[in-house]
């Protein structure tokens, strides 16, 4: 039994499938070609930097539960860190990348590592590019509030059409963001990205609309509509 995992970095790679499809089709292929079964494919929207993935997590979970193989395009798709890589593979959960379907142990280590350095050398040269063009007297971050500024509004045009089923979770009784993601999950309501909802999901949309129950906090900046 092979469970899929596929990530993307931003919400609007997402939105537009870039990436995701070529993911999917490799794994989907992948496991056509070895004749077993691909229960669930995960969608992740979420910087490789980061450690806090509910949809690999939630992925791990099953694939301890049911013994299965958790099966990824590109390993760098998993992450672009040896350390997270290896807590990984402390899980005891098999996992092959179809990029590298015959790697074993020693040799994931290594790849991951040399993602990992090229992350490093991506940002280094970025931030040579910047220095040297902010010294040509170049101004920097025209272009770049242009696009947070098309992503703000590309993000709640997508929360405006989620509105209504939100709404209908709060009046079917729904109080916490738990709750509501359930609801939402149950109604079979795409998520964005692609995967299921989860409170922390649920908090930005409805964040971005202002609906009642988001800004409400404790002193310790934690919110109690969970």
């Known amino acids: 039994m092979f469970y899929g995992y596929i990530r993307v970095s931003t919400d609007r790679q997402a939105i537009s499938g870039l990436g995701l499809d070529a993911q999917r089709q490799s794994i989907e292929l992948y496991a056509a070609q070895q004749g077993t079964t691909l229960t669930e494919i995960f969608v992740e929207t979420e910087s490789g930097t980061r450690n ?19 099966v990824i395009a590109k390993l760098d798709r998993l992450a672009r860190n040896v350390a997270f890589v290896s807590s990984l593979m402390e899980t005891g959960v098999e996992f092959v ?79 916490s963001l738990r709750q509501i993601a359930g609801h939402l999950n149950s109604a079979s309501v795409a998520a964005p990205g692609g995967g299921l909802w989860h409170a ?22 934690t919110s109690p509509f969970r």
């Open 52 to 70: 806090d993935r509910p949809q690999l997590h939630a992925a791990i979970t099953l694939c301890r539960k049911h013994k299965a193989t958790l």
């Open 97 to 175: 990348a179809v990029d590298a379907p015959f790697a074993n142990r020693l040799m994931i280590h290594v790849l991951s590592a040399v993602a990992e350095w090229e992350r490093e050398q991506i940002s280094v040269r970025t931030k040579a590019a910047l220095t040297a063009a902010k010294a040509r007297g170049v101004k920097l971050g025209t272009h770049g509030a242009v696009l947070a500024s098309q992503r703000k509004a590309e993000a709640y045009a997508r929360a405006r059409t989620l509105q209504p089923y939100i709404v209908r979770a709060q009046y079917d009784g729904c109080t």
């Open 200 to 221: 922390s999901n649920v908090h930005r949309v409805m964040n971005r609309l202002n609906l009642p129950g988001t800004d409400q906090t404790y002193s310790d900046g």
